[in-house]
């Protein structure tokens, strides 16, 4: 069903320069699944560095609400990475980074809770996140889960049980118990 290696999806950063404005960056990507989705980071200005809260797996286009008089703002990952399927319980989550496991949900963001409301360029990603790290919205999670990842010593693995009602309940004409709601 999922290739997992395949399914790395992070959170995008905006970083500018002790002369960059404030404003909006448009992101256009897709998610693991190849839906198309958008997020708005609301970049402060500065030398600073704003992250957004959505997995991309890929980036179609960044755009930026004003031309920035010369500066230039970069765009990277941050360490927000994207769940697989709708995690709305940290209890049905293993998080496995740096040669140990996660005891406490510190850096776990839920699915978008309101499976009525549809996800906007603002929300949370709608199947959930856990940050690894600094680099995030967030603060930096506790132990073992706050140092970068580096692909080496540092790697990462999310395991999840599926609840029984969400396994029952989701079906191909209602992909939403499963999968989160639609992207936006």
């Known amino acids: 069903m999922f290739n997992p290696p395949e399914g790395i999806a992070r959170c995008v950063s905006v970083t500018g320069n002790a002369g960059s404005s404030a404003q909006n960056y448009a992101i256009v990507g897709y998610d693991i699944y190849g839906a198309i989705m958008h997020e708005t980071i609301a970049f402060a200005g500065g030398a600073t560095t704003k992250f957004g809260q959505k997995a991309f797996k890929y980036i179609l286009s960044a755009t930026p609400s004003a031309t920035d008089g010369g500066h230039t703002n970069s765009l990277g990952w941050g360490d927000t990475f994207g769940i697989n399927l709708r995690s709305d319980k940290w209890e049905f989550m293993n998080e496995f980074f740096a040669g140990s496991f996660a005891t ?3 850096g776990w963001l839920a699915a978008l809770a309101n499976t009525a409301a549809p996800s906007t360029a603002t929300t949370a990603d709608v199947r959930g996140t856990v940050q690894i790290g600094a680099n ?4 930096t999670p506790a132990a073992p889960l706050n140092t970068s990842p580096n692909g080496t010593t540092n790697r990462i693995m999310f ?18 118990p499963l999968y989160g709601v639609a992207q936006f």
Do not use: H, K, R, Y
């Open 104 to 106: 406490s949900s510190s």
């Open 136 to 139: 995030g919205n967030g603060g």
């Open 159 to 176: 395991a999840m049980t599926i609840p029984l009602l969400a396994n029952i309940s989701g079906t191909p004409i209602n992909p939403v």
